[in-house]
């Protein structure tokens, strides 16, 4: 079974950054797709970004020039870099994996990020 952990969320003021972590209980080698998910109040979780096997990253539109995936083998954890914060970039940042074999889906228990004055 594998485990996600996320940390990192916090509050912060507009403008600022945070950097989110997700941290795998196996190689992150073993998934072909990590991403990170953003769940508003009131709101259906939405993709944020994604980082394939091969590293190879996309961004949701809001995200992009504002937001960095990535991934260390050696700590098997993914990240989330934020800069230039909103308060629409407000909720429950959920980290997600996919396994290769077999092929299943696994959630984290999500991180809180508030963005506000």
């Known amino acids: 079974q594998v485990q996600l952990v996320e940390s990192g969320g916090a509050l912060v003021q507009p403008g600022g950054s945070l950097k989110l972590s997700c941290a795998a209980s196996?190689?992150?080698?073993?998934?072909?797709?990590m991403a990170w998910h953003r769940q508003a109040p009131g709101k259906q979780r939405d993709l944020v970004a994604v980082?394939?096997?091969?590293?190879?990253?996309n961004y949701a539109d809001d995200a992009k020039g504002r937001f960095t995936i990535s991934r260390d083998s050696a700590n098997n954890t993914m990240y989330l870099q934020m800069n230039s914060l909103k308060p629409e970039d407000t909720g429950v940042y959920y980290c997600?994996?996919?396994?290769?074999?077999?092929?299943?889906?696994?959630w984290g228990q999500g991180t809180q990020v508030t963005v506000s004055s």
């Open positions: 997600y994996a996919v396994t290769k074999v077999p092929v299943r889906v696994y």
């Open positions: 196996e190689s992150i080698f073993s998934f072909n797709v």
């Open positions: 980082i394939d096997d091969g590293g190879r990253t």
